[in-house]
């Protein structure tokens, strides 16, 4: 699931070059549906992640997340703060990601 995870990543920052250097409405609108998509798709990754989610308690005194899962749990996290910048782009609220 991890290098589910990476993989999205890499679709998802892939996307975002070919709409920086191509740019156009439609372009625009087809990058938030396919981020919505790969967000959504990573949230289901984090929600039925089925291997361990901390660690050993008695390490740090506390829980601490597994790499694996802080991973995963990041990448739902960037992925969701940028859907979020894709839509107040699209719609010229604020265009911080793309200069258009």
């Known amino acids: 699931m991890t290098?589910?995870?990476?993989?999205?990543d890499v679709i998802?920052?892939?996307s975002y070059y070919f709409q920086l250097n191509t740019g156009g409405t439609t372009i625009y609108?087809?990058?938030l549906?396919?981020?919505a998509i790969l967000t959504v798709g990573l949230l289901w990754l984090t929600i039925t992640y089925g291997g361990q989610r901390y660690a050993n308690p008695w390490l740090?005194?506390?829980?601490?997340?597994?790499?694996?899962?802080?991973i995963i749990s990041v990448s739902f996290i960037l992925n969701a703060i940028m859907t979020f910048m894709y839509?107040?782009?699209?719609?010229?609220?604020?265009?911080?990601?793309?200069?258009?």
């Open 60 to 70: 740090f005194g506390r829980h601490v997340a597994t790499v694996r899962f802080t």
């Open 3 to 8: 290098l589910l995870a990476i993989l999205l």
């Open 29 to 31: 609108l087809l990058g």
């Open 87 to 100: 839509t107040i782009n699209y719609f010229d609220i604020n265009r911080l990601i793309f200069n258009h």
């Open 12 to 14: 998802a920052l892939a």
């Open 33 to 35: 549906f396919l981020q």
